[in-house]
């Protein structure tokens, strides 16, 4: 009987501790209904860039002297068209309300040297040059001495100190037209090329690529006239003396370094009756007059010109109004020629030019 009471006392012994363990371990929980997800926060729209200011050109000082280009007497029409140009111009930078604009012609190297003190008197804000020739360097460099900002157009003056240069390819226009009329004829034969001493850097740059492209053709014969300006009856009057001294069967081919010389001297090729015996005529400038004789014996003779115009005098007139005003500007810049051929002549027909 003992016995089975320490058998029964020790069985509720393991009994309780089982029961205390299994209070001991934590209930599981029960799964919570699932609260509803939140809307996620919209993202923020990207903020708009602010409209850029609108840029405010700089009114030029009140006291701004008139811009001031000094150009040649109009014996022909490119000199006409700078003018034509370079008002168009002005009216788009709208000179003659902000500083002024004048446009002063000159016949002679001496009459241009005096126009450059009279344009200094007139206390200008900048001068545009075009010189008759390198003659002109000592007054140029009178502008440099009163401090006067100077932009130089067109032809060449000995003194590096102008404030801008803008021209034609003078030099790559004589490689092209002595290139394409020694290939021409064959890379053989006689050419008369035209000289203008007194036009300065356009007849002296012109022939310094003709003489470049020469070293190349040993067989061509050069066979130099020389024509005082670029105007018709000079280089009518040259020409005739030319056939006269060279008659059919001894020349080839004509080398004109400017258009208008070049119809004149078409003139005189055409009343000598040597149309047919001459194979080529070139030019240089961009001129309407020879365009269209280009065009009308395309049949008959190889015409052509390469590309010096006028309207570069409205780039000039640009880059003087942006040294006035701070605006950047290439200090020198050198536009290359185009050709013009029987081939794409329609192309540059242009009625609303003077030149």
């Not at 168009?88 to 930078?93: E, G, N, S, V, Y």
């Not at 034609?168 to 009329?181: L, Q």
């Not at 090329?193 to 053709?217: K, L, N, S, Y």
Request: aromatic residues 8%; glycine residues 6%.
């Amino acid at each position: 009987m003992k016995r089975l009471l320490c058998i029964l006392l020790a069985m509720i012994m393991v009994i309780g501790m089982v029961a205390a363990c299994a209070a001991d371990e934590p209930a599981p929980a029960a799964d919570p209904d699932p609260a509803p997800a939140a809307d996620p926060e919209p993202e923020p729209e990207p903020e708009a860039d602010p409209e850029p200011e609108p840029e405010v050109e700089p009114e030029p000082d009140a006291d701004m002297g008139p811009i001031i280009l000094l150009a040649l007497n109009p014996v022909h029409d490119w000199h006409a068209a700078v003018y034509f140009f370079a008002e168009q111009a002005a009216a788009d930078l709208d000179l003659q309300n902000k500083m002024g604009f004048y446009y002063l012609t000159s016949v002679d190297v001496a009459d241009q040297s005096a126009q450059i003190d009279t344009a200094l008197a007139m206390n200008p804000s900048l001068i545009i040059l075009l010189p008759h020739n390198a003659e002109v360097t000592p007054a140029a460099e009178r502008i440099n001495d009163a401090g006067v900002p100077w932009v130089l157009f067109d032809r060449w003056v000995y003194t590096p100190d102008w404030s801008a240069y803008l021209t034609g390819d003078n030099p790559e226009i004589g490689r092209r037209i002595a290139r394409r009329t020694f290939e021409g004829i064959g890379g053989e034969g006689t050419v008369l090329v035209q000289r203008a001493p007194e036009t300065g850097a356009i007849d002296a740059h012109r022939w310094e690529g003709i003489q470049e492209v020469m070293a190349e053709f040993p067989d061509v014969e050069i066979i130099t006239f020389t024509t005082t300006t670029f105007t018709i009856p000079d280089a009518m009057e040259a020409m005739e003396a030319a056939l006269v001294a060279n008659p059919a069967g001894t020349v080839d081919a004509i080398i004109s370094i400017n258009d208008v010389s070049s119809v004149g001297i078409l003139q005189a090729v055409e009343e000598a009756g040597r149309l047919g015996d001459i194979q080529m005529i070139s030019g240089a400038g961009g001129w309407q007059v020879w365009f269209r004789e280009i065009e009308r014996l395309a049949d008959e003779i190889f015409l052509f010109s390469y590309t010096y115009h006028p309207s570069m005098v409205m780039l000039a007139m640009e880059v003087a109004y942006n040294i006035l005003m701070g605006n950047p500007y290439e200090r020198e810049t050198i536009i290359p020629p185009n050709a013009v051929t029987r081939d794409n002549v329609e192309e540059w027909f242009n009625d609303d030019t003077p030149y």
